[in-house]
Nanobody
Framework: QEQLVESGGGLVQAGGSLRLSCAAS????????MGWFRQAPGKEREFVAQITRSDGNIYYADSVKGRFTISRDNSKNTVYLQMNSLKPEDTAVYYC????????????????WGRGTQVTVSS
């Protein structure tokens, strides 16, 4: 069982930056594909970014491409999401997720989820 805990959310002005972290508790973190998703009020949870266990495949949603960067440190069992040039439409609860296997943009493919961290971008 993998436990994921997100941190780093907060309130920021448009154009600002935040770095989210997701710490995993298990011993098999390096085997997981890690993903970030987000959910705004009244909307479906949507894919943001993913990174496979080998860093060989990194994908972003078109809406964040060029602004967000996903990375991982397997020695620290942690995945990061650096968010720059934030926009009000980036406001959402951000969730970290893990899955064994190849990368996926589908939330139903992920096996473990954190509880989320709120990101609010003011205009």
């Amino acid at each position: 069982q993998e436990q994921l805990v997100e941190s780093g959310g907060g309130l920021v002005q448009a154009g600002g930056s935040l770095r989210l972290s997701c710490a995993a508790s298990g011993r098999t973190f390096k085997l997981y594909t890690m993903g970030w998703f987000r959910q705004a009020p009244g909307k479906e949870r949507e894919f943001v970014a993913q990174i496979t266990r080998s860093d060989g495949n990194i994908y972003y949603a078109d809406s964040v491409k060029g602004r967000f960067t996903i990375s991982r440190d397997n020695s620290k069992n942690t995945v990061y999401l650096q968010m720059n040039s934030l926009k009000p439409e980036d406001t959402a609860v951000y969730y970290c997720a893990a899955r064994i296997g190849a990368g996926s943009r589908m939330k139903d493919d992920y096996d473990y989820w954190g509880r989320g961290t709120q990101v609010t971008v003011s205009s």
